[in-house]
């Protein structure tokens, strides 16, 4: 059995790994760590003692017990045992060995490095950073960490319970994360980099780099988009297994406009800053154009669709703006904005033109005075 010593005067008391504590061969209790993080032992009568004690995870992501400012013991050292660390209501759980029962807590203040993408823990006031990577596929806020242990790599996994947060900054749609601190306090992660859409399933998601890899949250939720001009994002909520909330439902909005030079393959938006001004950050969707027949003339929309988990969802919706010719004749559809107009090309494998339609809908004038009609459009015919 693994055991560390710590004194207490004149005396010297064994721990072990699971709970147990010993004064040379007599049982004198068990231990744990009280609020403050320091070792109490618990005697058979009922009586305490406390030892003060410091925590910390090295650079190898082990975590190392110290006194009196020397190491005593390192848990990720002991023959057979593999360490199992989790967070609960930002607390951090320790079990010296996954398989055994026994564990205790560690309590700190954590933040989140804008620059290197780690998770830090300050304990007491000796500062950790974890080694390891923002990740997850359900828009949970999951750090994952692995140890070396024995010559073996365990992985760990920090999660957060709380909700996205969203700001617009200068154009770039940017989230932070807020959950409660072990005083019951709000507190913030902040993500340094902006969010965009993965075109593969249309979903948000947040990407950095670490050691030439490509790491982050795979957002789930639902897209919509109004006239083209503005998209909200609905942001899952999601449960553990046991069914308890990790992640709060989010809404947000972000004021967008089209950057397509033409009407084929993805399409593609600025997000605007918050004075309504272009911004340089573009999102875009994987999908088809496709068009519908409105009430007083024919309307171009987009169809995508979405997956989230096991299910796929399917949304269309349309551009604000019309068809017309361009200067060179060509058919366009053309949107009207605050600081003039646009014209964005259509291909002509994607429009069919014939002669004048009986439904006013469908007929255009060219720049001479002829009526032309619309026979088909992205495919539908009309």
Do not use: C
């Not at 320091?38 to 410091?54: A, E, L």
């Not at 990577?133 to 999660?159: A, C, P, Q, W």
Request: a neutral charge; proline letters at 2%; aromatic letters at 12%.
């Amino acid at each position: 059995m693994a055991t560390f010593s710590l004194k207490q005067g004149a005396d010297t008391f064994d721990f072990d790994v699971f709970g147990s504590v010993k004064k040379g061969a007599t049982n004198v209790g068990t231990w744990a760590t009280d609020g403050s993080n320091n070792i109490v032992v618990k005697k058979p009568d009922g009586t305490t003692m406390s030892f003060t004690v410091d925590w910390s995870f090295n650079a190898d992501n082990q975590l190392v017990l110290s006194a009196g400012g020397q190491p005593v013991f390192n848990f990720n050292k002991v023959a057979g045992n593999r360490p199992f660390y989790a967070t609960q209501n930002a607390v951090i759980k320790v079990r010296p060995d996954k398989n055994h029962t026994f564990g205790f807590d560690l309590r700190g203040t954590w933040s989140f490095d804008a620059n290197s993408h780690s998770l830090t823990v300050t304990i007491k006031t000796v500062k950790s950073t974890f080694d390891g990577v923002l990740l997850d596929s359900r828009s949970r806020f999951m750090y994952h960490f692995f140890t070396k242990n024995n010559g073996l790599k365990i992985e760990s996994i920090f999660g957060f319970v709380g909700k996205w947060n969203p700001a617009n900054v200068n154009g770039v749609p940017k989230l932070s994360f807020s959950y409660t601190d072990i005083n019951g306090s709000p507190a913030t992660f902040q993500l340094p980099n902006g969010i965009t859409i993965d075109r593969s399933v249309n979903q948000f998601v947040y990407q950095y780099d670490k050691n030439n890899r490509t790491f982050g949250i795979q957002f789930i939720g639902v897209l919509e988009i109004k006239d083209g001009v503005q998209l909200t994002y609905s942001i899952d909520r999601q449960v553990g297994q046991n069914g308890d909330q990790q992640v709060a439902a989010t809404t947000f909005t972000l004021n967008v406009s089209i950057n397509n030079k033409s009407l084929s393959g993805d399409i593609e938006f600025f997000v605007k800053k918050t004075d309504g001004s272009n911004g340089t950050t573009v999102v875009g969707l994987s999908g088809d154009f496709t068009a519908t027949l409105g009430t007083t003339q024919l309307q171009v929309g987009f169809s995508f669709t979405q997956t989230r988990g096991a299910n796929t969802v399917t949304t269309s919706f349309g551009l604000t703006g019309k068809l017309t010719f361009d200067q060179n004749g060509e058919v366009a559809w053309g949107i009207t904005t605050t600081g003039g107009s646009i014209t964005i090309s259509i291909s002509a494998t994607d429009i069919k033109l014939g002669d004048a339609r009986l439904d006013a809908r469908l007929n255009l004038v060219t720049a001479d005075g002829h009526i032309v009609g619309i026979q088909a459009l992205f495919g539908i015919s009309f």
